[in-house]
């Protein structure tokens, strides 16, 4: 089982709303991965998380909040968004902290409206 | 330094035809370099990869080709299909650091 899973597909949300994103895998991977992604960009990092414990933190605002329960699971809390937040959020893994020589496994993503 | 310059920005080509997209970089400690495929609405899939010790890795229709001595790659896409009309990002990364992506290239393939 080589899939990376998130959920939801689609978000809508207020600028005061909470919401979280979630990402599973199976595949044993210790590292994971948030990134962010714009229309027609490349997809810019924003959280690396090895053997669960936060690694990096690409000076992201404090409204995005990174949280990984166990290996197979990391979730991206969000909180207070502003409209600009709009993106597609995809989630990755790879199997350990080798950095980007480490093939990564991407989800399919979150597509994130902030009105 | 830490840019992957990518080019062209969007590429029109024809069935059968063969596309090539162009990457440069600056680092000279990179030491992998992996080409992504992403179609719309779906994350980066791992399309092929190099490292710098090799020149050319082939994967069925799929070529990176490596110059070390002018810092370039470049990923060579033989007898093209509208299946394979995607954007297409390179990378560079060193270990124990990040990728660092190129701006991608749309790749529109005409039937």
């Known amino acids: 089982d080589t899939e990376v899973t998130q959920t939801p597909k689609h978000l809508v949300m207020g600028m005061t709303n909470k919401k979280s994103l979630k990402c599973e895998q199976h595949?044993?991977?210790?590292?994971m991965y948030w990134y962010k992604q714009k229309a027609k960009k490349p997809p810019e990092l924003m959280f690396v998380?090895?053997?669960?414990?936060?690694?990096i933190n690409e000076s992201v605002p404090s409204r995005f909040s990174p949280e990984c329960p166990n290996s197979s699971l990391l979730n991206l809390h969000l909180h207070a968004l502003q409209p600009e937040d709009s993106a597609l959020y995809l989630c990755?893994?790879?199997?350990?902290?080798?950095?980007?020589?480490?093939?990564?496994?991407f989800g399919p993503g979150t597509r994130l409206t902030v009105t | 330094q830490q840019q992957v310059k990518q080019s062209p920005q969007s590429l029109i080509v024809q069935k059968g035809g063969i596309s090539i997209i162009n990457c440069a970089y600056e680092n000279t400690a990179f030491d992998y370099f992996p080409w992504y495929q992403q179609f719309p609405g779906k994350g980066p899939a791992l399309l092929i990869a190099i490292r710098p010790d090799v020149s050319e890795k082939k994967e069925g229709r799929f070529t990176i080709s490596f110059n070390k001595s002018a810092k370039q790659f470049s990923l060579h896409i033989m007898d093209s299909q509208p299946g394979d009309s995607a954007t297409y990002f390179c990378?560079?990364?060193?270990?124990?650091?990040?990728?660092?992506w190129g701006a991608g290239t749309k790749l529109i393939i005409k039937p």
């Open positions: 990755a893994s790879s199997r350990g902290l080798a950095g980007g020589s480490d093939e990564q496994y």
């Open positions: 998380y090895s053997y669960e414990k936060l690694s």
């Open positions: 595949m044993g991977h210790r590292a």
């Open positions: 990378a560079a990364s060193r270990r124990n650091y990040q990728l660092i």
